[in-house]
């Protein structure tokens, strides 16, 4: 695919196909491709398609575990699986089965990896320049 600018702010990706991606700058500046008169589908899975799987009984579950987790300070679901099974979590009734079901409904719990996750630094690349012969030199115009 290419890009070419133009279009006020927008522009054109040129697919390997011939067609064409124009994307429109929005009132906003953000610019933005119209899809309503394209005949492709998109498939997006949200919240409410996932809640449906199950019954109301289980989704009420799943957003009190869901409570529960935030205010446990946002363990992962092995570690919530865990603390359930250990009984360490007093006065709620909770099952793994709800921990499972909050997982297939909203998703994993991204609040959850924050300052859990590290960079690891990288080893220091040491470069050392040895001796170059006069013929590369000269042929780089140096």
Partial sequence: MSRK???????????????????KLSKKGLCNLDLTNDIRTTLVTTIESAK???????????????????????PSIEDLIKYVEDNMI???????????????????NLDSLKGKTTRVPTEHVCTTL??????NLKDRGM
């Fill in 5 to 23: 600018c133009e279009l006020d702010g927008g522009f054109v990706v040129n697919k390997a196909n011939g067609s064409k991606c124009v994307f």
């Fill in 52 to 74: 449906n799987k199950f019954s109301i009984r289980q989704y009420s579950n799943a957003k009190k575990t869901c409570i529960l987790q935030s205010i446990i300070g946002r």
């Fill in 90 to 108: 007093p006065n709620f009734n909770l099952t793994r089965q709800n921990i499972i079901q909050l997982e297939d409904i909203f998703g994993p």
């Fill in 130 to 135: 040895g001796n170059v012969p006069k013929e």
